[in-house]
């Protein structure tokens, strides 16, 4: 038997490791469909052999929109049994696009739809295939037939990335650990597909000591089809860690999260200014502001020194008109309410330029992606205000990819499509709560979701927006890249040339248009931005909600780019990923910890970023409200100065990025990338970035004075301070 074993493992490209498991690098293959090929019985013999680690194409085979069958043959040692259960594992790897397996003939599962599903084509080449296999359709240590048929859209096809593997399925493949956040309260889910039976442990921990603070433990069965779910309590900054060890596999499940602690003290009842202490705007566009005061409701606003052209609706606390004449007007904002009356000076700066302070609003994508609609835009701006974000100085509502319709109109002008009904009915309306609206385009003649973009209307395209009443274009290069030969040319001007075409428009509607550059940080385009009038550009790709990206982005990548940021034009390394995200209709709360959540909005705060939430505000809960509404952190992000941040040391795993303020106060936060909590002596940290002679040092989550001291910092968590010395 040995030796048959290693005869065939050598003849088709399969091998037995360490007897958990079998790979196979090899099958054999043929181009069509017919439905004999899923037969165990059927001779393939005079098929060729194809390697599964390289696609088709690379082997002769060019099918596109068609298919082909791979049909893998191999001995399953008896040693792959497991006590508790024989099912096997089937583990294909990713296939390009679509596949239908069967297994000695059996059909086991497929993995996307093709043109001929009910509901046409779907490409998933990039999941793996694992299958389970039942026990009695496997021939234990004699050779098996896996058939596989796959379904190729564009080219390249088929097996692509490495060998098929045939293991012992783990418990994971049959029961599943989840702790899901529902009505504010975390509980743990336990699901199985087979009758299961085993030992639940739940340990709460304080997140800083790792201290335990509670330990329980019990058995549970948990049948096939019903859930047992079970509530886990944390207070403060603690830590619950569920774990279920299964009696027949002897493996254990494990799955922990944190409490989503709240730091920010609630705002007082009496009238409190949050909003920025400039605007800038040209002469002759229109005003948009928002008095941002938070504070029990209803209020009455009333602002002194308005100049000619501006009013207020005393109601919403909203500035409308416009003024004609460059220049500086000293206002004092005032807010009424049954507790008392708070005045703000600000100042309204009618001149060439705007964005003075970073754009603080929310845009759809990291939320709603490509399901983005009119009435979801609507819920969030509704929530914007009826939640008091607005009361914090978030103001821009801006849509992302997926609002435009399939064709332009006959004369060429871009429209929606089904799901933004009215577009400029939601202008008016942001508008006339002191809200503005933001859009999306390309320069391409597509946009990465595979929508229209703006390529040779860029004309037409500046002027519908500004009918629309849109405020601020997100202009994304992506399908650019199919106009853009970089061989040809990659010259700065190059890189510049679609942006400074759609400025030159922008620039003359009668409107302001914050305009965003998303085009990922190509050619250093900190060092030219500016040059294009842009007024924030994207530094980076695309954020997403893990440690790994916030780290990349957020630290890594923002080193040394301070010297670029300022009023007017700032560095944007992408939106918030706090709250409820998912860049889809399958909304989930963010990925990241707590812990990694304050150190996300400390971070943007320091880097003058632009502040635009990623979340469905409608759906907000009371910690990302804490994360986004502390008007001492906003204040850091919206200093009139303007400085980004710069990285003051880097030591084992220890950041401390600082920025001065226009009160002389300096912004410090000293975060912690270690999986492990950092004791600080706050002296000494302060001391090591030059920062003696302290005379105050302010805790801004906490929005308290705190002493010289040791503190202790949560794994990927942060202590923000400013800081005043002599
Ligand atoms: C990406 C961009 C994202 C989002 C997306 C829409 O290129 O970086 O932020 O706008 O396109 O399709």
């Known amino acids: 038997m040995k030796k048959f074993l290693l005869m065939v493992a050598l003849g088709l490209g399969w091998s037995v490791l360490a007897s958990a498991q079998v790979s196979v690098n090899e099958g054999r293959f043929q181009k069509g469909d017919n439905p004999a090929w899923s037969q165990a019985a059927f001779n393939d013999s005079d098929w060729p052999v194809l390697s599964l680690e390289k696609d088709w194409n690379k082997q002769g085979y060019k099918i596109s929109n068609g298919f082909g069958w791979y049909r893998i043959h191999v001995v399953i040692p008896s040693s792959l049994k497991r006590g508790s259960t024989d099912k096997v594992l089937l583990d294909l790897g990713p296939i390009d696009d679509c596949d239908e397996t069967w297994f000695n003939g059996t059909r086991i599962g497929k993995t996307g739809t093709t043109p001929e599903d009910p509901e046409g084509y779907a490409s998933d080449w990039d999941s793996p295939r694992r299958y389970v296999v039942e026990p009695k359709l496997v021939k234990w240590d004699k050779e098996n037939v896996i058939a596989v048929r796959v379904y190729n859209g564009g080219d390249p096809g088929g097996f692509f990335e490495r060998p098929a593997f045939i293991t012992k399925p783990s418990l994971e493949d049959f029961v599943s650990l989840k702790l899901e956040r529902k009505d504010g309260q975390y509980q743990a889910v336990l699901h199985s597909k087979v009758p299961s039976r085993g030992l639940v442990k739940v340990v709460t921990k304080e997140v800083l000591s790792d201290q335990v603070v509670r330990e329980n433990q019990w058995k549970t069965t948990v049948s096939p089809r019903t859930d047992v779910a079970f509530c886990v309590n944390m207070q403060g900054q603690q830590r619950v860690e569920v774990t279920f060890t299964d009696d027949k596999f002897g493996e254990t499940l494990a799955a922990s999260v944190a409490a989503p602690y709240i730091l920010t003290p609630p705002a007082p009842a009496t009238p409190r200014y949050n909003g920025p202490l400039v605007f800038g705007v040209r002469p002759g566009s229109p005003v948009i502001f928002r008095l941002a005061f938070s504070g029990e409701k209803p209020m009455k606003y009333a602002v002194e020194g308005l100049p000619k052209g501006v009013t207020l609706d005393p109601d919403k606390g909203v500035l409308s008109g416009s003024v004609a004449e460059k220049g500086d007007y000293p206002l004092v904002l005032i807010a009424r309410n049954a507790k008392g009356e708070t005045r703000a000076e600000f100042t309204l700066k009618v001149g060439d330029k705007i964005a003075l302070t970073p754009p ?103 002027e519908t927006w500004n009918e629309w009443g849109v405020d601020y274009l997100k202009y994304d290069w992506c399908g650019y890249s199919r106009v853009f030969n970089p061989d040809r040319d990659h010259s700065v001007a190059a890189y510049a040339r679609p942006y400074m075409k759609m400025q030159q428009y922008l620039r003359q509607q009668p409107r302001d248009i914050f305009y965003s550059l998303c085009q990922y940080g190509m050619a250093d385009v900190w060092t030219w931005g500016h040059a294009v009038d842009a007024n924030s550009w994207r530094t980076t790709g695309d954020i997403t909600d893990t440690w790994a990206s916030l780290y990349d982005i957020g630290f890594k990548r923002q080193v040394g780019l301070h010297p670029y940021a300022g009023p007017g034009h700032w560095n944007d390394p992408d939106m918030l990923v706090v709250g409820k995200v998912g860049w889809s209709d399958n909304l989930r709360d963010s990925r990241l910890t707590p812990d990694e959540q304050y ?32 008007n001492e952190v906003n204040a850091v992000n919206q200093d009139i100065l303007g400085h980004q941040a710069h990285m003051d040391l880097d030591e084992d795993g220890v950041q401390t990025w600082s920025r001065d303020l226009y009160d002389g106060g300096i912004a410090v936060g000293i975060f912690n990338l270690n999986e492990a909590t950092l004791p600080v002596d706050l002296a000494g940290a302060l001391a090591k970035i030059g920062l003696e002679d302290v005379v105050k040092v302010r805790d801004l989550w906490r929005q308290k004075d705190i002493p010289m001291g040791l503190y202790h910092i949560a794994p990927h968590g942060v202590l923000y301070l400013k800081v005043t010395v002599k």
């Open 360 to 462: 603080m609003g929310w845009n759809s994508w990291n939320c709603w992606g490509l399901s983005v609609s009119q009435e979801k835009v609507m819920s969030s701006a509704a929530a914007l205000i009826n939640r008091g974000l607005a009361d914090y100085g978030y103001s821009y509502m801006n849509i992302d990819d997926a609002w435009e319709a399939e064709e332009r109109a006959p004369d060429g002008r871009i429209v929606t499509n089904e799901k933004f009904p009215d577009i400029k009915a939601l202008g008016d309306w942001l508008h006339s709560n002191g809200l503005k609206m933001g859009i999306y385009s390309s320069p391409g003649d597509r946009t990465c979701g595979g929508y229209l973009g703006t390529l040779d209307h860029e004309w037409q395209d500046a």
């Open 599 to 630: 150190t996300h909005i400390s971070l943007w705060s320091l880097l003058a970023a632009n502040m635009l939430i990623g979340c469905d505000i409608a759906q907000i809960d009371d910690f990302t409200f804490n994360l986004l509404c502390n």
